[in-house]
């Protein structure tokens, strides 16, 4: 009896350290999730609340002001007022944090633009309200240039260059700066192969100086981590990367 009472005990321990395992995985793997979401998030071009207000500037563009149809833009008001409730709250993702000032401005210019759509609609001034739904679509598509990458390749190196300016230098993980400087020298391959949009073509030369000075200041990064460099020269080669995408990116504006 005292022999099975002792196996009986025992395997309640077991069962109870099997139970604190299978927890422990549990949170780690929902933290790992979380993270990963995190990052997700952070490193997307995007701001869903600018999509969904697309549906209402949709029906202003294409089927109320082409028809001149001022009675559908005065009855657009609400879809208007709510799209944009959400859209003056909306944030920014941390990848487009260096938009956030013209995104605050362009946000306000919209306010007003609405404001005066209302009011035209309430005087049932026509022309003025056909005029101030023009704006509104301008003003729309300009928060969309704002934040759309201006090319594919550029957004998915700018992707990698986030983290690796904004957490793994902080951070000075240098396992993750070596390996993000590799990634880097791999994504900067297509933007070398890629053509500028037609209207950029005046810009062709500035892009390839850009291009050339990008690949050098990672190429030199690698090289100083290879070196065994002080973490002050490692940093200071990040950064010299940042300013050279900057100054690429630059070339689009």
């Known amino acids: ?29 929902e933290e790992t999730d979380t993270q990963e979401q995190t990052v997700k998030t952070e490193t997307s071009s995007d701001v869903p609340e600018l999509w969904e207000f697309h549906d209402v500037i949709y029906q202003i563009w294409h089927e109320a002001w082409p028809e001149k149809n001022t009675d559908m833009l005065k009855d657009l008001i609400p879809e208007i007022e709510a799209g944009f409730a959400k859209l003056e709250k909306a944030s920014l993702p941390g990848i487009l944090r260096d938009k956030q000032e013209d995104w605050i401005k362009g946000i306000q210019d919209m306010a007003g633009i609405i404001e ?67 990634e880097l020298i791999v994504r900067m391959e297509p933007i070398e192969k890629a053509q500028l949009p037609a209207r950029l ?26 070196d065994d460099a002080q973490e002050v020269q490692v940093v200071k080669a990040i950064e010299v990367i940042h300013d050279k995408y900057q100054l690429l990116v630059g070339v689009f504006e």
């Open 1 to 29: 009896m005292v022999f099975l009472k002792f196996i009986t005990i025992g395997l309640l321990i077991f069962s109870l350290a099997a139970c604190g395992d299978k927890e422990q995985n549990k949170t780690t793997t």
């Open 116 to 182: 005066t759509y209302k009011k035209t609609a309430v005087a049932d001034e026509k022309e003025a309200l056909l005029k101030a739904a023009e704006d509104l679509h301008s003003q729309f598509e300009q928060l969309v240039r704002l934040i759309r990458p201006v090319m594919k390749e550029i957004d998915l190196f700018h992707q990698e260059l986030y983290m690796l300016y904004h957490y793994y230098m902080p951070d000075y993980d240098l396992q993750k700066i070596s390996a993000s400087a590799a």
């Open 201 to 226: 073509k005046d810009k062709q030369q500035v892009y390839d100086q850009s291009k050339t000075s990008l690949r050098e200041a990672l190429m030199q990064l690698q090289q100083t981590i290879k």
